[in-house]
Structures are given as C-alpha cells and as structure tokens.
C-alpha cells in the first residue's frame, strides 16, 4: 500500500507492508534454505570442506544437581569427506573421548558401538580420563552414528573433548568438545 504525505511543501512516499508477491517471492527462496539445513545440519554451519577430512559432530550438554555434574555426549556422528579427490580413502577411524576429571565416570553401551562398525582400541579403566574406539574405512559421505555417552560424578567444570582421526596422513581430523 502506499500513501502520498505532504510535508513542508514537499511529497514523501511512505510504503507499508508487504505485496503478495513480495510475500510469495521470498517464501520460494526460504522453502530450499531451509530444506538444505535441515539435510546437512554439519555443512550448514561451517566453512566448505577443502580438504579430505574426517568429520565428528554431536551435541555435548553439561548439568549439575547438588554436588553431581552430568556430562551427556548425544546425537553423535562421524563422517568422511573427500572434498572431491576420489583418490583417497577415509582410512581407520579413531574415535577418542579424553576428560580431565577423574571423578567423572562413562557410562555408554559396547554393543550399541559395536552395531555402528567400532571397535574398543583402549578400554575404559575405572580412575582413567581416556577411552577409544576404531572404524574401518568408510566411503565418502557414509555417517557412522556415534553412540551416546554419559558421564556422571562430583566435579568442577570439566573439559571434555570427542576427537575423531584418521591413520591416513592425507586425512584431516575433527573435535567437538565442552569446557
């Protein structure tokens, strides 16, 4: 809608809302935005991958009640991207948790890893701040679920980190980590 306004002599044209086209024009470019985000939520929020690199992803969440801190690892995934050069392979997964407060302990499901494909490398030892897990290569864009991870125990804020590698020197890594 517009409207002529006289003020002091001169003539001032004042839009207000929204055409319907306006309106429809700028739903069909939210419609693909926004279905491309929901598909690739990792490659959304980053910068383009230039490199082969081995991607880990997840949410990390920390609580406390009283004195225990909960310390929850979820929704994780690992995938490999080649950034076009089909020469070269993910290589062997290592996927590493390390925390710096012993007081924390893990809880997590073997079986549910070993149903993703991972392998124990270093087994949890009560008292320890380390575990790992390995994959077999995988193809490029192939996610790997990456179990949830609980740790629960009397802590100050701790520092956390999920960090997955790869034994092949062309492959890049990646961490997610909570501090």
């Known amino acids: 809608m517009t409207h002529d306004i006289q003020n002091s002599g001169e003539t001032v044209e004042e839009t207000r ?5 306006q309106v429809a024009l700028g739903a069909a470019w939210s419609v693909p935005v926004i279905a491309l985000a929901a598909a690739t939520p990792a490659a959304a929020a980053s910068d383009p991958i230039t490199v082969p690199t081995a991607v880990v992803g997840g949410t990390i969440a920390s609580t406390t009640a009283g004195t225990t801190r909960t310390v929850t690892y979820s929704g994780g995934y690992a995938t490999y991207n080649n950034a076009g050069d089909t020469s070269i392979t993910s290589g062997n997964y290592e996927l590493s948790f390390s925390w710096n407060k012993p007081t924390l302990i893990p809880t997590f499901d073997l079986d549910a890893f070993a149903a993703q494909g991972w392998v124990v490398e270093n087994a949890y030892t009560p008292g320890g701040v ?3 897990f390995t994959h077999a290569p995988v193809s490029n864009g192939v996610v790997v679920t990456v179990p949830t ?11 956390l980190t999920v960090v997955l590698s790869s034994d092949s020197d062309d492959v890049t890594g990646s961490t997610v980590g909570i501090n």
């Not at 809302?17 to 086209?21: C, D």
């Not at 991870?149 to 520092?159: F, I, N, Q, R």
Request: proline share 5%; glycine share 10%.
């Open 149 to 159: 991870v609980t740790w629960a125990g009397t802590s100050t804020k701790p520092l």
């Open 130 to 132: 380390f575990f790992s």
């Open 17 to 21: 809302g929204l055409t319907r086209r």
